[in-house]
C-alpha cells in the first residue's frame, strides 16, 4: 500500500510528534496507543506480556481475528497498516521482568511514559525508572469500587520529574482515599474517554510550549472524568450532576520524604520549580526561613560586647 502524502494527512489537524512508551497494551493503554498514533506521534513503544482473550474484545481496540496474539505486537502491527507514519513497535514482555537495562533504555528512548497496567507493583517500577531517566509520565486508571458503577470515573495522574510534582509514589495516600484504581474494567465508551483524555495530556507534556499545554495546571496534577453515565452515590460529592464532566486535582506531596522521588510538603524547591517553569505563582508558600537558635544567640552576645566595649571606650576619653 502506498502511504499516504503527509501535507494532506496533516492538512486540517497539526501534527504532534515526539516518542512515546506505553506500558500495557489493554483496554485504556490500547486506546491510547491509537489515539496518539492518530496525532502524530512516532515512534510508539508498546510493552505488554498478555494476549487477547475472548473477554478483552468488548473493550479493546483489537477484535477477534487477533484472539491468542500478544496484545501489545498485534495493537502495534494494526497501528503501522492504519497510521504509516507511526513507528509502532510491540514488546510481549512483563516490565518488571525487563533487567534495569532494558527498563531505562526503553524509558530513555521516550519523551513521555504512559503506565496503564492493571499491577500497581508495575505502576511503582515505572515510576522509579521514570524518575531516574528524568521522564515525564502519565497514569491512567478506571476506579474500581463497590459504591460505584465499572468505569464511572476514570483518574489521569502525571508527574514530571525532578520534584516539580508528586510523583506516582507520592500520591499512593491520595489514591488509596479516592478509590482503588486500575486498568482493567469498565465499558469501552468510558475508557474511550479516558484514552482521549490522557492523549491530551501526553501532547501537553510533550509540547509544553503548545497552547494545548493550557489543561495542564501545575498545582493540580490529577484529573477525574466522569463517564456519560448516571452519577452514582459513591461519587456524588465529586460529580455532583449527571453526564460528562472533569475536575482538576491537587495531589499534595507527602508529609514526609517520598522513598521515590524524594519529594516532600516542605521542600521549597517543589513548589518554586513548578510554578517558575509555568509563571503561575505557588498555591502554597513556601515556609519562612529561620535562623538557628544558636546563631541568633552568639548574634545577641555579639552585639552585646560590642556596645560594652563601645561605652568603656567613651568613658576612657571623657
Not at 61 to 82: F, H, M, Q, T, V
Request: net charge neutral; hydrophobic share 45%; with cysteine.
Amino acid at each position: 500500500m502506498t502511504e499516504p502524502p503527509e501535507d494532506r494527512v496533516w492538512a486540517r489537524h497539526p501534527r504532534r510528534t515526539g516518542a512515546v512508551l506505553i506500558v500495557g497494551a489493554g483496554a485504556v493503554g490500547g486506546f491510547v496507543a491509537e489515539e496518539l498514533a492518530r496525532i502524530g506521534f512516532s515512534p510508539l513503544h508498546l510493552v505488554d506480556p498478555d494476549t487477547l482473550a475472548v473477554e478483552n474484545i468488548v473493550r479493546h481496540p483489537l477484535g477477534a481475528p487477533e484472539l491468542g496474539r500478544p496484545k501489545a505486537s498485534a495493537l502495534a502491527g494494526r497501528i503501522r497498516r492504519d497510521f504509516p507514519s507511526c513507528a509502532a513497535v510491540g514488546h510481549c514482555a512483563d516490565f518488571l521482568e525487563l533487567s534495569a537495562q532494558e527498563q531505562r533504555a526503553l524509558v530513555r528512548e521516550a519523551d513521555v511514559v504512559v503506565a496503564a497496567t492493571d499491577s500497581a507493583a508495575c505502576q511503582r517500577e515505572v515510576n522509579e525508572v521514570a524518575l531516574v531517566v528524568g521522564r515525564p509520565a502519565v497514569y491512567p486508571a478506571v476506579w474500581v469500587d463497590p459504591r460505584i458503577r465499572d468505569a464511572e470515573v476514570g483518574e489521569i495522574l502525571w508527574v514530571l520529574p525532578g520534584r516539580r510534582t508528586p510523583c506516582y509514589a507520592c500520591a499512593a495516600a491520595f489514591r488509596r482515599a479516592a478509590s482503588d484504581t486500575q486498568a482493567a474494567r469498565g465499558a469501552r465508551v468510558d475508557i474511550q474517554l479516558i484514552a482521549l483524555a490522557t492523549a491530551q495530556v501526553v501532547t501537553a507534556l510533550a509540547h509544553p510550549g503548545d497552547a494545548r499545554a493550557g489543561i495542564l495546571d501545575p498545582r493540580r496534577t490529577a484529573i477525574y472524568l466522569h463517564g456519560f453515565t448516571p452519577t452514582s452515590p459513591g461519587v456524588e460529592s465529586i460529580f455532583p450532576t449527571d453526564g460528562l464532566s472533569s475536575r482538576s486535582v491537587r495531589v499534595p506531596f507527602p508529609p514526609r520524604p517520598c522513598p521515590s522521588c524524594r519529594g516532600w510538603r516542605y521542600v521549597a524547591s517543589s513548589d518554586a520549580s513548578a510554578t517558575r517553569e509555568a509563571g503561575v505563582p505557588s498555591s502554597r508558600a513556601a515556609p519562612e526561613p529561620r535562623w538557628p537558635v544558636g546563631a541568633v544567640l552568639a548574634a545577641v552576645l555579639l552585639l552585646v560586647t560590642v556596645l560594652f566595649v563601645i561605652s568603656l571606650a567613651q568613658g576612657t576619653h571623657s
